[in-house]
Structure formats: structure tokens, C-alpha cells
């Protein structure tokens, strides 16, 4: 890994332990959760919610995502010294 590539994950690394973040996925997840299919008024309201918890969803998953990436350079490299 370029240590670019390691500045890149590393600034994400230490995002992910802020407090603010945690506090951000918190209340995405809250919105998630709030979601009712009762609210829904009609199928133009259906899309809408279907796409932000799509985008929800991205940001609930990004952090895992990234260290997943990571893990999986990683094991390669460790892979070709061997």
C-alpha cells in the first residue's frame, strides 16, 4: 500500500472514531427506523423514501465498507510476502 493510500484510510479510520460520526449514524439509523409504511401517501412519496433510505443505507454501511477495503489490501500484501 502507496502511503497515500495509507493517509486515505487512516483519515477514515479517524473519522469513524469521532464521537460526531458515531452521533451522525446514530441518527441516520433513527430515520431509518422511523420510516412507517403506513406514511406513505402514494407512489411518487414511495420512490422518495425508497431512495434516501438507499442513501441511508450507503452511510449506515460506509464505515464497514472502507475497513472491509482495507482488511482486504492488506491481506493481499501480507499474501505476497509470504
Do not use: C
Not at 67 to 73: F, H, L, R
Not at 75 to 81: N, P
Amino acid at each position: 500500500m502507496t502511503l497515500e493510500e495509507e493517509k486515505y484510510y487512516e483519515q477514515y479510520f479517524s473519522l469513524f472514531a469521532s464521537e460526531g460520526w458515531k452521533q451522525f449514524v446514530s441518527e441516520i439509523k433513527e430515520i431509518l427506523d422511523s420510516h412507517r409504511i403506513e406514511d406513505i401517501k402514494d407512489e411518487e412519496n414511495l420512490h422518495s423514501i425508497k431512495g434516501e433510505r438507499n442513501a441511508f443505507h450507503r452511510v449506515v454501511w460506509f464505515e464497514e465498507s472502507i475497513k472491509t477495503a482495507y482488511d482486504v489490501i492488506k491481506d493481499r500484501e501480507s499474501e505476497g510476502d509470504a
